[in-house]
């Protein structure tokens, strides 16, 4: 589901909105955070929900070893668990993401024909992985306390931030979510949020969009072994550049 669709702006965002802001009026605040920790999973489910099982592994996964983390004391088991946890986080990251190019290297350096199915790499797992390393790092080195699940489940899965990043730090997110004001309607702050959005959505949609033909006229040249000029090669990359 992409941000600038029809069905984001008009449907998903708004029921969303309006159903956390109803559940929190009556100061169920474990049962508003729950209800965007569920339009998150839907949200990231739209595009493939093969993958939810994955995320929600890595979640659970990861804070348990942070619960370790935070409530063990010998240092060796402590270090032990970080080191468990990285190694865990990197080893799917590095399994969906470079199995085919390893398995492709070895042919083509091997002259073997081995063969892997097609490996579809899981929408944000650079984001949601990274992220929580670095949660992982900040309870081994003591800067965090123990973590209620429902919050921590939000904090990386928060559909927002989740496909796009950026990659925040638990420390932004986490105490906002202890906050009640958080979870009841505010004119000023529903306005800031529309604003930047709006702003967000003029970016991509009339100026991204519209500098990607000629980025894309460029590169598609390239790729179909086209002659291309000095000029049209810096055409090609400085939109490229902008268009991000």
């Known amino acids: 589901m992409l941000f600038n669709s029809y069905t984001f702006i008009f449907v998903f965002l708004p029921v969303v909105c309006l159903g956390f802001y109803a559940i929190g009026y009556w100061r169920y605040y474990r049962l508003a955070l729950a ?3 569920g339009a998150s999973l839907y949200f990231y489910g739209w595009w493939n929900p093969i993958y939810l099982g994955l995320m929600i592994f890595s979640v659970i996964f990861n804070y348990l070893t942070g619960w370790g983390l935070v409530k063990v004391e010998q240092k060796k ?3 032990g668990l970080v080191m468990l946890g990285v190694a865990t986080n990197l080893s799917l990251l590095g399994y969906f993401k470079y199995t085919t190019y390893f398995v492709e290297t070895l042919n083509a350096l091997r002259g073997s024909t081995y063969h892997i199915e097609h490996i579809i790499l899981p929408l944000a797992i650079s984001f949601f992985t990274f992220q929580q390393i670095a949660y ?3 309870a081994y080195k003591g800067k965090m306390q123990e973590t209620n699940f429902l919050q921590y489940f939000l904090f990386v899965t928060f559909f927002p931030q989740l496909i796009a990043g950026p990659i925040v ?4 997110m986490l105490p906002q979510f202890a906050k009640p004001h958080a979870f ?3 004119h000023d702050h529903i306005a800031r949020g529309w604003t930047i959005f709006i702003i967000g959505l003029f970016k ?7 500098i990607a033909g000629y980025a894309n006229i460029v590169f598609d040249a390239a790729e179909n072994q ?3 000029t000095f000029f049209e090669g810096w055409v090609g990359a400085l939109s490229y550049t902008f268009q991000l």
């Open 136 to 138: 992982l790092i900040d």
């Open 204 to 210: 991509k949609v009339v100026l991204a969009d519209g």
């Open 184 to 186: 009841r309607f505010n």
């Open 35 to 37: 209800w965007l920790v």
């Open 77 to 79: 088991i402590r270090r």
């Open 226 to 228: 086209a002659q291309i």
């Open 169 to 172: 730090h638990h420390q932004d």
